[in-house]
């Protein structure tokens, strides 16, 4: 149930752009996404319920395609605070309870 | 508004023994998630509790167990430790779970011996 998510690892100059791929074997609910910096708690980014909707958070969107059981986190113009782990959260049908993948590692240099 | 408290921070426990975390939940929020955080794993769903019960357990042992109090306060018990349990514990409240975001705790670090 675990989702899988790619790349592992990234590591980006300022500026640059990134795609986060989270894809599951299972029917979603929705898909949520975190970010964790070394030695914090996780952080929410943003939730995307079935329907393909595409969210967006400053520079960072993401989409969500149901009848792929794919979502994908996009990060445009990186900054040096995007540095971190992020982590996508699904949830099938039966409802609470996140399944997240075992996250990707994003650094960004200057 | 202040945020999800988990306590303790750290623990240090040998093999055999039991544990209890707790989690206070931002105020207003019902619901409840445990997670398992290891490095080679990531972040494992334990279990999730609104308005004290049970709605939902992960993959895990019968060892690990919940509960969650009236005021939404919850903790989680693990019994007979054993090395593999060595994690980093978070809790996340939500006002429901589902379609909601959840907000993490700073979690209990906790080592077997």
């Known amino acids: 149930q675990q989702p899988v998510q790619s790349p592992q690892a990234v590591i980006l100059r300022e500026g640059e752009d990134a795609v986060i791929n989270c894809s599951s074997s299972?029917?979603?609910?929705?898909v949520h996404w975190y970010r964790q910096k070394h030695g914090e708690a996780p952080v929410f980014l943003m939730i995307?319920?079935?329907?393909?909707e595409q969210k967006g958070h400053d520079k960072i969107s993401a989409s969500f395609n149901e009848k792929k059981q794919q979502s994908s986190l996009y990060l445009t113009a990186s900054q040096l605070s995007y540095s971190g782990t992020y982590f996508c959260?699904?949830?099938?049908?039966?409802?609470?309870?996140?399944?997240f993948g075992k996250g990707t590692s994003l650094l960004v240099t200057p | 508004k202040a945020g999800v408290t988990q306590t303790p921070r750290y623990l240090i426990k040998t093999r055999g023994q039991q544990v209890t975390l707790s989690c206070s939940p931002i105020s207003g929020h019902r619901s409840v998630s445990w997670y398992q955080q290891t490095p080679g794993q990531g972040l494992q769903f334990l279990f999730e509790y609104f308005s004290e019960t049970q709605r939902n357990k992960g993959n895990f042992p019968g060892r690990f167990s919940g509960r969650q109090f009236s005021n939404s306060r919850s903790e989680m018990n693990v019994s007979t430790l054993e090395l593999g349990d060595s994690a980093l514990y978070l809790c996340?409240?939500?006002?429901?779970?589902?379609?909601?975001?959840?907000?993490f705790g700073d979690g209990t670090r906790l080592s077997i011996l």
């Open positions: 995307l319920l079935k329907g393909g």
């Open positions: 996340a409240s939500s006002r429901d779970a589902s379609n909601q975001p959840q907000h």
């Open positions: 959260g699904t949830e099938g049908n039966s409802g609470y309870a996140l399944n």
């Open positions: 299972k029917a979603l609910y929705s």
